[in-house]
Nanobody
């Protein structure tokens, strides 16, 4: 099993950058598909990015709202998933979660229900 702990959130001005990390425990991290989601107050949890277990850049998929601004990467040797967020906007304000699952069903990669391991979340606040 994998346990996940996010870090790196904070307060930043619009146009700024933050880098989130998701540290995973467990020796099988490299075999899990990973993803980032976010949830703003009063809104449903929203897909941000998904990374297939191989970590290849060709297997990383982004929501349209963050494409070109956010970059997800993973270091399987360090059991860590990253989310580099640039050109942040006030609408990016949310609690950001990393998630893991043991399958690579492309059709469900945007669905929170497809992931069975979640971190506690880290708050990102972007001021205007």
């Amino acid at each position: 099993q994998v346990q996940l702990v996010e870090s790196g959130g904070g307060l930043v001005q619009a146009g700024g950058s933050l880098r989130l990390s998701c540290a995973a425990s467990g020796r099988t991290f490299s075999r899990y598909d990973m993803a980032w989601f976010r949830q703003a107050p009063g809104k449903e949890r929203e897909f941000v990015a998904a990374s297939a277990w191989s970590g290849s850049s060709s297997n990383i998929y982004y929501a349209d709202s963050v494409k070109g601004r956010f970059t997800s990467s993973r270091d399987n040797a360090k059991n860590t998933l990253y989310l580099q967020m640039n050109s942040l906007k006030p609408e990016d304000t949310a609690v950001y979660y990393c998630a893991a699952r043991g399958n690579s069903n492309i059709a469900t990669r945007e669905r929170p229900s497809a992931y069975d391991r979640w971190g506690q979340g880290t708050q990102v606040t972007v001021s205007s």
